[in-house]
């Protein structure tokens, strides 16, 4: 997965950012206006609870059992992801959306015995619906 996490074109990173990002349910905070003069930028919040609890779920599950090359490789395929596929026209969100997803399947296949079957489809979804079968 981390071979085909770095081999990406950009019509998938940009198809797999969006729906990731739809996923998830952002909402962005409103800025005050102090902080806009300073610059700030405060960053989307993830609303969507099935799936904050399904990274959570396979974080800790992977964290508790010693699992420590899943973690290694999720992290791998998001920095493949966002680091192999640079191209020009992509958005931040977009790569952003990409590297939340890519490490979300990646982690979810590597703790499958660990995690339960919702939480593993809410994780490998969008790689599924964008590049087919894990």
Not at 16 to 32: A, F, I, N, R, T
Not at 82 to 107: C, F, I, M, Y
Request: aromatic share 4%; with cysteine; net charge negative.
């Amino acid at each position: 997965m981390i071979d085909r996490a770095g081999t990406l074109s950009a019509d998938e990173v940009d198809a797999l950012g969006k729906l990731c990002e739809s996923d998830e349910q952002l909402v962005m905070p409103p800025m005050s206006f102090a902080a806009e003069l300073q610059g700030e930028f405060d960053f989307p919040v993830v609303t969507n609870q099935a799936l904050l609890d399904a990274w959570e779920h396979a974080l800790d599950a992977a964290g508790n059992a010693g699992r420590v090359t899943e973690l290694d490789a999720a992290m791998d395929a998001g920095r493949a992801a966002t680091h192999d596929v640079r191209h020009l026209h992509d958005s931040p969100s977009s790569k952003n959306g990409t590297e939340q997803a890519v490490r979300s399947a990646v982690l979810a296949v590597g703790v499958r015995d660990l995690i339960s079957d919702a939480d593993y489809q809410t994780l490998v979804s969008p790689w599924q619906q964008v590049l087919g079968p894990i």
